[in-house]
T-cell receptor, first 111, second 114 residues
């Protein structure tokens, strides 16, 4: 989606912490989803933020600032299996009932 | 396993042909969504059905059509296929019709048009 910005690629080391940023522009806002997608596989749901602040779920946390049109996904204690694309999908960009995904950030975790 | 099933897993066909992709939503989900993901492209929303009725439409080509049946399974029909239609086609389902509902994705159908 042209109104969603994420870095194209990131690399990190096993055991480290990485933050994947997403900025968006939307008319109307109903929250923001993060999905993980391994190459050739289905996207899987990670988190949904509708209020400002940080939501923690195990090794993954997601932050939202509605006033800034900004979110990030924080991955801690990185594992090799975290190598995947991470898709940001704010609601409101495409209109009601349309979940519009960003192009995704491809994360490579190295030993 | 999300509980969403899609068949077939792979499909190889020729230009000009027509194919049908099938999706069964998770038990209890009333909405079905279709997405296209071309190589190195993001997920592109095609269309949504809720309880048998079309609910939202994305950039779906006129050559493509979909429907949702009374048992809630859905089919995506792609006709007059072109090389550029080669992609992964995902189906997702959610409980309700609202866009705040979490969508759960099926494993996808990989379509190759030769």
């Amino acid at each position: 989606g042209q109104n969603i910005d994420q870095p194209t690629e990131m690399t990190a080391t096993e055991g480290a912490i990485v933050q994947i940023n997403c900025t968006y522009q939307t008319s109307g806002f109903n929250g923001l989803f993060w999905y993980q997608q391994h190459a050739g596989e289905a996207p899987t749901f990670l988190s949904y933020n509708v209020l400002d602040g940080l939501e923690e779920k195990g090794r993954f946390s997601s932050f939202l600032s509605r006033s800034k049109g900004y979110s990030y996904l924080l991955l801690k204690e990185l594992q090799m299996k975290d190598s995947a694309s991470y898709l940001c999908a704010p609601l409101g960009v495409g209109g009601y009932n349309k979940l519009i995904f960003g192009a995704g950030t491809r994360l490579a975790v190295h030993p | 396993d999300s509980g969403v099933t899609q068949t077939p897993k792979h499909l190889i066909t020729a230009t000009g042909q027509r194919v049908t992709l099938r999706c069964s939503p998770r038990s209890g989900d009333l909405s079905v969504y279709w997405y296209q993901q071309s190589l190195d492209q993001g997920l592109q929303f095609l269309i949504q059905y809720y309880n048998g009725e079309e609910r939202a439409k994305g950039n779906i080509l006129e050559r493509f059509s979909a429907q949702q049946f009374p048992d809630l399974h859905s089919e995506l029909n792609l006709s007059s296929l072109e090389l550029g239609d080669s992609a992964l086609y995902f189906c997702a389902s959610s409980v309700g019709s609202g866009n705040t509902d979490t969508q759960y994705f099926g494993p996808g159908t990989r379509l190759t048009v030769l």
